[in-house]
C-alpha cells in the first residue's frame, strides 16, 4: 500500500521487543481444573497454521480473567515471542477501538508512534506481518464483538489468543475458534476461596458462612468481595457481615472495597448494553418471584408481547451470559443478575409499572394452574366453584400437556401463592392452592401444600370464603398425614366436616370424612378412623358417583378385618375398572391392599400392582408396594433390596415419616 512503512527490517533478525503485558497473576486457583485442561488442550491445536483462539465463556463475576491470565503466566515459556493483553472495555462504557488497541500493539512491538499507519486496516497489517511467524500470547479480555477480535488477530504463525467477553462469538469458529464455559465454583471450593482471605476463621460460623456462599452462587468476584471484607475487618462476625449484605435496598452487588468496581458497577454495563426491548425483559427478570427455572412464557406475559417476539431478545440474554437456557422455552437465572435487574427494575420503573409486570406474571401461573387442574382432576361438583372454566386458556402452555406443566412450574408456583398474597390477590392465592391438588396426588409435594395452605387459608378467612377453607383444611389435613403428624391431620380435616356440614356440600363432608379416616387409621386408632370411614361410604352411596363410592370402599376396607375388608376392596375394584377413563394408580392402590388384607397369599396382587404403578410411574405408590413385597419376603438380602430402594423413593420425595419407618425395618434383625 502507497505511503505505507517498511516493516521488513523489523521481521528479518527476529529484532522486535518481547512485550510482557500480561497483568499480575493471582499465586493461588480454585476448582478451575476444568478450565485450565480445557486450556491446556489448547495447546495441543496450536500449529504454524494458527493462530488458535480460545474464547472463555461465563457470567459477569465467574472468574474468566483470572483464570485466563493464571494459566497464561504458566505456560509462557511456550510463546517465546512475548504477551500482548488489551482490556476491550466489555464491562465499562469506554468500549476499546481496535485501532486504539492495534496502536498499542506496535508500539509494544517497537514501531515508532511516526510509523504507526493512521487507518485500521492498516495497522492490522503491519501488525500480522510482525507476528507471522512468531510465537505470541495475546489476551484480548471483556471482549464485546466477533469484528472487534477479530481486527486483533495476530498474523499466520502458532501463536494463541483467549478472548473472554459477554456477546455471541459463534462466528469466531470460521477463524480457528472454540468455546470454554467456566462455571460457578461448587459449595466445597467456594468455601476454600474464602479460607484464602480468612483463614479458618470462617469455619467457626459454620451456617452464616454457608449462607454467605449461597448469597454469592459461586461467583468467584462475589466470593472475592465477602472475603476482603472479612480480611479487612478481621473482628467482624460472620453473621453480622451476612446480615448487612442481605439488606434488600443495597445488597451485596452494589458493595465496593478497596476503591474497585462493585459487582453492580459490571452488571450494570452489561445492561446498558442490551437493546430496549433486551432491557425492559431483564427488569422483567428482576420482577419474577423465582430465579432458578422459569419460562420464557410468563416473561412474556408480564411484557405484553407473544413468547416469539421475546425469542431474539432471550437470544441476546444468553449470549451476553445473563441467563442460561439449558432447553428450549426454560431459562436459568443467576441469583446476582437476579438481585441486580431487581435493583434496576426499582430504579427504572415506577411503582405501577413493576406492580402490573408482577400481577400479569401471577395471573399467567394462576390461569395455567387452573388450566392444568381442569385437565387433570376429576369432575367434582364443587370444581367450578373453585376453578371456574372461565380462567381456562387453551393457548397456554399448560394446556398442550398439564402435568408436565406443573411439574415444570412446581416451585414457581409455590412462590406465586406468596406473591399473590402480598399483593392481596386473595382469589389468586385460593386458586393457586387448590390446583395444587394434583401435584400431591401425583408427586406427594407435602411440604409445598403446607406452606401454601397457610397462606391461602389466611386468604379463606379474609374473604370469608368458608366452603373454600373447608376444601383447604382437608388438603392441608392429607399433607399433614404425608408428613406423619397423624393428630395435625386428624385436627384439620374435623374441622373441614364442620364448615363443610355448615355450608351444606355433602361431597365436600365426605372428602374430609375420609381424610380424618385415613389419618387416624396412620395414626393406630382404629376405632375412629372406621367410624369415619364407613360413614364417607354412606355418603358416597348417597351420590352415586361410581368412582367416589369405588374409592370409599377401598378406604374404608384398611381399617375393617381382612373378610370384611376383602368385600370393599373387590367393589373398589370393579367400580374403578368400570369407569369410563381407566385410573390405573387406583387400581393399583386396590391391588395392594388386597395384597396386604390376603397376607402369606398376597404376593401375586402385590406384584400385579407393582406392575402397574412401575409402567405408569407412580413412584410413591411403587414405594409402598416394594414395601409390601419386602414383609413377605423369606429372602432376607432380598428384602432388603426392596427395602432400600423403596427408602431412596421417599426421601427423593421428601417424605421423611415413611423414609424413618423403612429404615427401622432395615435395621430390624435378621
Known sequence: MAGEPDVTNMVEGSTLPRPRQLPGAITKLVNQKRTLRALDEALAAVTSEGPVIRVLRGQRGSGKTTVAVRWLHDRADRFPDGQ???????????????????????????????????????????????????????MLDDAVTPAQVRALLPGKGASLVVVTGHGAFGTLLQNNAAFVDVEPLEAEMAVELLRVFAGDRVDGEVSARDALVAMCAGLPAALCVVGVLLAESPDMPLAELLDELKDPATGITRVTVGGEPSLGTVFDAGYRRLSRLGQRCYRAIGLHPYVDDLSVAVLAAALGISPAELRPVIRELRDMRTIDQPRTGRLTVHKLVHE??????????????????????????????????????????????????????????????????????????????????????????????????????????????????????????HLRADREKALLLVQQGFAYRSLGRFRDAVDSCTAAIQLAEAAGNVELVATALEGAGLAAFDGGDLTRSASWLRRNLELAETTRDPRRIALACLHGAKPEPSEQALVLLERAYEGFRSLPVAEPQNLAKVLLWQGRKLGAEGGPRLREALALATEHKHQVDRAEILEALAQLETDRDVAVELYREALTIYEERGLLHSALATRQRLAEPA
Open 340 to 461: 441486580h435487574a431487581r435493583l434496576v427494575a426499582d430504579t427504572v420503573d415506577d411503582a405501577a409499572h413493576r406492580l402490573a409486570a408482577t400481577r400479569s406474571m401471577v395471573g399467567w401461573y394462576v390461569t395455567g394452574a387452573v388450566t392444568a387442574a381442569i385437565g387433570l382432576l376429576p369432575p367434582r361438583s364443587w370444581r367450578g366453584g373453585f376453578l371456574p372454566e372461565s380462567v381456562v386458556d387453551g393457548a397456554h402452555p399448560a394446556s398442550a400437556d398439564p402435568g408436565a406443566w406443573l411439574r415444570a412450574e412446581r416451585v414457581n408456583l409455590r412462590a406465586a401463592v406468596t406473591v399473590a398474597f402480598e399483593l392481596g390477590e386473595l382469589e389468586s392465592v385460593l386458586r393457586l392452592c387448590v390446583s395444587q391438588w394434583w401435584l400431591f396426588l401425583a408427586e406427594k409435594y407435602a411440604d409445598d401444600l403446607v406452606a401454601t395452605h397457610a397462606l391461602g387459608l389466611r386468604a379463606a378467612d
Open 84 to 138: 500482548l493483553y488489551a482490556n476491550l472495555g466489555a464491562w465499562t462504557d469506554q468500549v476499546s477501538a481496535p485501532s486504539e488497541v492495534l496502536a498499542g500493539f506496535l508500539g509494544a512491538l517497537g514501531v515508532d508512534r511516526a510509523q504507526i499507519p493512521a487507518d485500521l486496516e492498516a495497522r492490522h497489517n503491519m501488525f500480522r506481518t510482525l507476528t507471522h511467524g512468531k510465537r505470541f500470547q495475546v
